[in-house]
């Protein structure tokens, strides 16, 4: 559910929705202020579509047909969200990254990648992200690395993709606008362009007292780049006393932070990955600095798979698989147990690979023409009333089965709603029919009806969406207090007088029963809502009373 936030931070829950199947984190839906979108994984966009666009309607009745089917909002991962950890490190390292703003490139700023390279020493100062750029054609992305210096983490990208970064506290930028911090940045390439290694780091004074934080060797396409330039996220970024001079040898002692280790051979900085990482593709780094086999870029021998995350092993507990030259252990995951299939009862969830047993709502299946049940709610005085109920009927164009029926004495349709193949309504025994609504086709269908005394203003509505109103029906009337009502029959007298042909066959689950009529996004709303619950009446089981052959059931609504 999404909701608006207000300026001091705090959530205004009045504008959540969740309609459209928004409220089921499975349907990779949102509802913004009603209007419904789908995350499209594979663009890591949102997407207006057909479902979609039918849903929003309720929220905005003039939202353009013409707009179904585009992209209507892009998702970015701040590097806040990029947290190497488990769960996240290897979503984070494919997702899409927010590029540097603000870069300026000149003639000016360009070096010489095969002679040495170079090594920017600069001071800045940002409430937000600090960017230093390298690149071979400015114009094309593809051609940049970039450093990325946040307030909750530092990292090294190429073109859209990390290919380090660390959540070390003593690395991260300081987010605050009056406070200034040196900070270096190198480029170089090796063996003839075969790599190109990446460095960051922070350092006081002067170049000698620097520690290193990140360095990555880019053996995998390296880029050459010839300038650079800096950049900023959505703060002001102010650089100072920029120095450029070639990257060298350092003569003294080289400090490595956390996570990266000093090697004598190289005499450079090296990420200090976990064993079982691909050296030749690097790793994340954790706050703790400590190595980690779920932080690897890619792996040395066995890949085991946990939904965008994996972690790397020497060993699986089922038969592996070859793709693409890795050899991956295809887990699905039972209580973080790998199994090779998801047993009986369980499904398996296609995004984490989890095996869960799938939701269940508790339900009545009404199998027999003596069906009845009755609610055991105190009914008041009503000038307004809402009825909402998840149906499927089992059988088509047979008799006139009722929803609901509510009767006091010497007046059995005081509130009837049924004849599932002909919809009608009746308030006081007159009736708004001919809807041309069938409820009656085996189908699931969430079927509310609303009615208000002033104006005699009713609707109808089929999952979620309204479908049938009108004016005039019993204006001015009110509903009596104190009498039966009835789930799956007609009452043709209090508690009594029932007929085989009216009875209910199928499965009912969820009614509420309101002593207000709902507003259109409230309907919509009620429809995946966990919490919204009828004042008079909300579903609960202990408060029917059931007749005839109905039983209690455990049905997952689709």
Same mark, same amino acid.
């Given at each position: 559910?999404?909701?608006?936030?207000?300026?001091?931070?705090?959530?205004?829950?009045?504008?959540? /929705?969740?309609?459209?199947?928004?409220?089921?984190?499975?349907?990779?839906?949102?509802? $913004?202020?009603?209007?419904?979108l789908?995350?499209?994984?594979?663009?890591?966009?949102?997407?207006?579509?057909?479902?979609?666009?039918?849903?929003?309607?309720?929220?905005?009745?003039?939202?353009?047909e013409?707009?179904?089917?585009?992209?209507?909002?892009?998702?970015?991962w701040?590097?806040?969200?990029?947290?190497?950890?488990?769960?996240?490190?290897?979503?984070?390292?494919?997702?899409?990254?927010?590029?540097?703003?603000?870069?300026?490139?000149?003639?000016?700023?360009?070096? @010489?990648?095969?002679?040495?390279? %170079?090594?920017?020493?600069?001071?800045?100062?940002?409430?937000?992200?600090?960017?230093?750029?390298?690149?071979?054609?400015?114009? @094309?992305?593809?051609?940049?690395?970039?450093?990325?210096?946040?307030?909750?983490?530092?990292?090294?990208?190429?073109?859209?993709?990390?290919?380090?970064?660390?959540?070390?506290?003593?690395?991260?930028? *300081?987010? @605050?606008?009056?406070?200034?911090?040196?900070?270096?940045?190198?480029v170089q390439t090796?063996?003839?362009?075969?790599?190109?290694l990446?460095?960051?780091?922070k350092?006081?004074?002067?170049?000698?007292?620097?520690?290193?934080? *990140?360095?990555?060797?880019?053996?995998?396409?390296?880029?050459?780049?010839?300038?650079?330039?800096?950049?900023?996220?959505?703060?002001?970024?102010?650089?100072?006393?920029?120095?450029?001079?070639?990257?060298?040898?350092?003569?003294?002692?080289?400090?490595?932070?956390?996570?990266?280790?000093?090697?004598?051979?190289?005499?450079q900085?090296?990420?200090?990955?976990?064993?079982?990482?691909?050296?030749?593709y690097?790793?994340?780094?954790?706050?703790? =600095?400590?190595?980690?086999?779920?932080?690897?870029?890619?792996?040395?021998?066995?890949?085991? $798979?946990?939904?965008?995350?994996?972690?790397?092993?020497?060993?699986?507990?089922?038969?592996?698989?070859?793709?693409?030259?890795?050899?991956?252990?295809?887990?699905?995951?039972?209580?973080?147990?790998?199994?090779?299939s998801?047993?009986?009862? &369980?499904?398996?969830?296609?995004? &984490?690979?989890?095996?869960?047993?799938?939701?269940?709502?508790?339900?009545?299946?009404?199998?027999?023409?003596?069906?009845?049940v009755?609610?055991?709610?105190?009914?008041?005085?009503?000038t307004?009333?809402?009825?909402?109920?998840?149906?499927?009927?089992?059988?088509?164009?047979?008799?006139?089965?009722? %929803? *609901?029926?509510?009767?006091?004495?010497?007046?059995?349709?005081?509130?009837?709603?049924?004849? *599932?193949?002909?919809?009608?309504?009746?308030?006081?025994?007159?009736?708004?029919?001919?809807?041309?609504?069938n /409820?009656?086709?085996?189908?699931?269908?969430?079927?509310?009806?609303?009615?208000?005394?002033?104006? =005699?203003?009713?609707?109808?509505y089929?999952?979620?969406?309204?479908?049938?109103?009108? &004016?005039?029906?019993?204006?001015?009337?009110?509903?009596?207090?104190?009498?039966?009502?009835?789930l =799956?029959?007609?009452?043709?007298?209090?508690?009594?007088?029932?007929?085989? &042909?009216?009875?209910?066959? =199928? %499965?009912?689950?969820?009614?509420n029963?309101?002593?207000?009529?709902?507003?259109?996004?409230?309907?919509?709303?009620?429809?995946?809502?966990?919490?919204?619950?009828?004042?008079?009446?909300?579903?609960?089981?202990?408060?029917?009373?059931?007749?005839?052959?109905?039983?209690?059931?455990?049905?997952?609504? @689709?």
């Open positions: 559910m999404w909701f608006v936030e207000n300026s001091d931070g705090r959530s205004r829950l009045s504008n959540g /929705f969740n309609n459209g199947n928004s409220g089921t984190l499975r349907n990779n839906k949102i509802s $913004v202020k009603g209007l419904v789908t995350y499209v994984k594979s663009a890591k966009m949102f997407q207006l579509k057909d479902e979609d666009y039918t849903a929003s309607r309720v929220a905005w009745p003039t939202l353009d013409s707009l179904k089917g585009h992209f209507l909002a892009r998702v970015e701040p590097i806040s969200l990029r947290s190497a950890n488990a769960a996240e490190k290897n979503f984070m390292n494919a997702a899409v990254t927010s590029l540097p703003c603000n870069t300026h490139w000149s003639n000016i700023q360009t070096f @010489d990648i095969l002679n040495g390279g %170079i090594c920017l020493y600069f001071t800045a100062v940002s409430e937000g992200s600090i960017y230093v750029v390298f690149s071979a054609v400015p114009k @094309d992305k593809r051609t940049w690395y970039y450093v990325e210096i946040s307030p909750v983490a530092a990292a090294i990208h190429k073109h859209k993709h990390v290919l380090t970064q660390t959540s070390n506290k003593n690395a991260r930028a *300081l987010g @605050d606008p009056t406070l200034h911090q040196g900070y270096f940045a190198c090796f063996n003839n362009g075969a790599s190109t990446i460095e960051y780091g350092y006081m004074g002067d170049e000698s007292q620097r520690i290193i934080y *990140l360095s990555y060797n880019d053996i995998h396409s390296p880029i050459q780049p010839k300038f650079y330039a800096f950049g900023s996220g959505n703060k002001d970024v102010s650089i100072f006393q920029v120095q450029a001079p070639r990257r060298t040898v350092p003569t003294g002692p080289v400090q490595c932070g956390l996570g990266t280790v000093y090697n004598q051979t190289t005499q900085c090296e990420l200090n990955c976990h064993i079982n990482c691909d050296a030749n690097g790793c994340m780094i954790s706050e703790s =600095g400590q190595p980690s086999p779920f932080l690897c870029n890619e792996c040395k021998q066995i890949k085991r $798979v946990k939904g965008t995350s994996f972690e790397c092993t020497l060993s699986c507990d089922i038969p592996t698989v070859e793709v693409n030259g890795q050899t991956i252990c295809p887990c699905k995951w039972l209580q973080d147990r790998c199994v090779e998801c047993p009986s009862g &369980t499904v398996e969830d296609q995004d &984490t690979q989890i095996c869960t047993v799938p939701e269940c709502t508790k339900a009545l299946r009404f199998s027999g023409a003596d069906n009845r009755v609610v055991n709610a105190t009914i008041p005085v009503l307004e009333f809402t009825s909402c109920v998840w149906i499927k009927s089992s059988n088509i164009d047979s008799g006139e089965p009722h %929803i *609901l029926s509510y009767a006091v004495s010497g007046v059995d349709n005081m509130i009837l709603l049924g004849n *599932l193949a002909d919809f009608y309504v009746y308030v006081d025994m007159n009736g708004a029919t001919d809807t041309n609504l /409820f009656q086709d085996m189908h699931w269908h969430y079927v509310c009806v609303t009615w208000k005394s002033r104006g =005699g203003e009713w609707a109808i089929d999952n979620g969406l309204p479908a049938k109103k009108g &004016t005039r029906l019993e204006s001015g009337e009110r509903i009596t207090a104190g009498g039966s009502m009835v =799956g029959q007609d009452q043709d007298s209090v508690g009594g007088g029932f007929n085989p &042909t009216q009875a209910f066959l =199928g %499965i009912m689950t969820k009614f029963f309101w002593s207000t009529a709902l507003t259109p996004i409230q309907v919509a709303s009620s429809m995946r809502s966990q919490s919204m619950s009828g004042d008079i009446y909300g579903w609960d089981l202990s408060m029917l009373e059931m007749s005839g052959q109905v039983n209690q059931v455990c049905v997952n609504i @689709d």
